[in-house]
């Protein structure tokens, strides 16, 4: 648990290690696998997924440009790490979209 705090730290030095819990318990399963565990910007389909089942169905955004937008603040905010973790993205963009504290 600590690695992703840290991680979700190097970019948001205030961030709240209960929501990072709650997205980690959200992810689950997800988080086993090294693959499933990254997020990457290049790849439209692993986009799309972000954009459908986090920040449509468990962030309740439906507005796709502001959806889009996010996804592409937090793409540009961790373009220099190679290794994007999810935890790490579905954090930013929630608090992109103003939704931490619906989590």
């Given at each position: 648990?600590?690695?992703?705090?840290?991680?979700?730290?190097?970019?948001?030095?205030?961030?709240?290690?209960?929501?990072?819990?709650?997205?980690?318990?959200?992810?689950?399963?997800?988080?086993?696998?090294?693959?499933?565990?990254?997020?990457?910007?290049?790849?439209?389909?692993?986009?799309d997924r972000?954009?459908?089942?986090?920040?449509?169905?468990?962030?309740?955004?439906?507005?796709?440009?502001?959806?889009?937008?996010?996804?592409?603040?937090?793409?540009?905010?961790?373009?220099?790490?190679?290794?994007?973790?999810?935890?790490?993205?579905?954090?930013?963009?929630?608090?992109?979209?103003?939704?931490?504290?619906?989590?």
């Amino acid at each position: 648990m600590a690695d992703y705090i840290g991680d979700v730290r190097k970019y948001d030095a205030g961030a709240d290690e209960e929501i990072v819990n709650k997205i980690v318990k959200h992810l689950g399963i997800a988080l086993r696998n090294r693959d499933s565990s990254l997020v990457s910007c290049s790849d439209p389909k692993e986009l799309d997924r972000v954009r459908t089942n986090w920040i449509g169905k468990k962030l309740g955004v439906a507005d796709e440009a502001k959806a889009n937008a996010a996804i592409e603040k937090v793409c540009e905010q961790l373009s220099a790490d190679n290794t994007k973790s999810r935890v790490t993205f579905y954090y930013l963009t929630a608090k992109h979209l103003g939704k931490l504290t619906s989590l």
